[in-house]
T-cell receptor
Framework: RKEVEQDPGPFNVPEGATVAFNCTYS??????FFWYRQDCRKEPKLLMS???SGNEDGRFTAQLNRASQYISLLIRDSKLSDSATYLC??????????????FGGGTRLMVKP | NAGVTQTPKFRVLKTGQSMTLLCAQD?????MYWYRQDPGMGLRLIHY???????AKGEVPDGYNVSRLKKQNFLLGLESAAPSQTSVYFC??????????FGPGTRLTVL
C-alpha cells in the first residue's frame, strides 16, 4: 500500500463547477499536510497547507481528518487555469530524520469551457 | 531572491557517462532533497540532507551519490548513467512550516 494515495483521475469538469479531491495517508505520526499544484512539465508549487481546523484560500478549501487519516481539497467555481495535477503531500513527524515529504501520485484536473 | 535553482535544465547522456546536477537555494534552509519523477510513479526521494556536511539515503538511492559541502548547495551525481535513470530530477528545500520549495527541474535522458 502506498503511503499517500490519491485517485489519479482525470477529473473532467466544466468551468464554474465545484470539484473535490481526496487523499488518504497511512502514517498516523504524520504532522504536516499540504496540497501542491503541478503544471505539465513544471515543478510542484505549494497551493496551500492543510490544518486540522480546515482552511480556505479564495476558491480553495482544504480539510484534514486525522482520525480517518484523510485530506481533501475543494475547488469552487473552477477556472480553465485550474487545469493541472494536484498533489497531496504529507510531512512525517519531527522524529523522522529529514522530515521527508511524501507525495501522492497526483490527481489530474481538466477544466473545460 | 531566486529560491531554488537547478543546473542544467536538460541533458542527454550515453550509458556509462557521468554527470553532476547542481541545486542551489538562497533561503538559508537546512533541509534539502533530490527527487525523481517518472510517468505514473509520482515523486520519489533519492537522497536528502539535514544540514551542511550531512547526507542520507531516500527511497531510491542506488546509482546516485550526493554531497552538501555548502549549506546552499546540494549536488547529485551519477557515476555511470543507465537508461533507467532517464527521468526528471527535482531539487527541493524545506521551509520552517515543513513545506517544500522546488527547483524547476532537470530533464535527463540516458541513451
Amino acid at each position: 500500500r502506498k503511503e499517500v494515495e490519491q485517485d489519479p483521475g482525470p477529473f473532467n469538469v466544466p468551468e464554474g463547477a465545484t470539484v473535490a479531491f481526496n487523499c488518504t495517508y497511512s502514517n498516523s505520526a504524520s504532522q504536516s499536510f499540504f496540497w501542491y499544484r503541478q503544471d505539465c512539465r513544471k515543478e510542484p508549487k505549494l497551493l496551500m497547507s492543510v490544518y486540522s481546523s480546515g482552511n480556505e484560500d479564495g476558491r480553495f478549501t482544504a480539510q484534514l481528518n486525522r482520525a480517518s487519516q484523510y485530506i481533501s481539497l475543494l475547488i469552487r467555481d473552477s477556472k480553465l487555469s485550474d487545469s493541472a495535477t494536484y498533489l497531496c503531500v504529507v510531512n512525517k513527524g519531527v522524529n523522522n530524520a529529514g522530515n521527508m515529504l511524501t507525495f501522492g501520485g497526483g490527481t489530474r484536473l481538466m477544466v473545460k469551457p | 531572491n531566486a529560491g531554488v535553482t537547478q543546473t542544467p535544465k536538460f541533458r542527454v547522456l550515453k550509458t556509462g557517462q557521468s554527470m553532476t546536477l547542481l541545486c542551489a537555494q538562497d533561503m538559508n534552509h537546512e533541509y534539502m532533497y533530490w527527487y525523481r519523477q517518472d510517468p505514473g510513479m509520482g515523486l520519489r526521494l533519492i537522497h536528502y540532507s539535514v544540514g551542511e556536511g550531512t547526507t542520507a539515503k531516500g527511497e531510491v538511492p542506488d546509482g546516485y551519490n550526493v554531497s552538501r559541502l555548502k549549506k546552499q548547495n546540494f549536488l547529485l551525481g551519477l557515476e555511470s548513467a543507465a537508461p533507467s535513470q532517464t527521468s526528471v530530477y527535482f531539487c527541493a528545500s524545506r521551509g520552517l512550516a515543513g513545506e517544500g520549495f522546488f527547483g524547476p527541474g532537470t530533464r535527463l535522458t540516458v541513451l
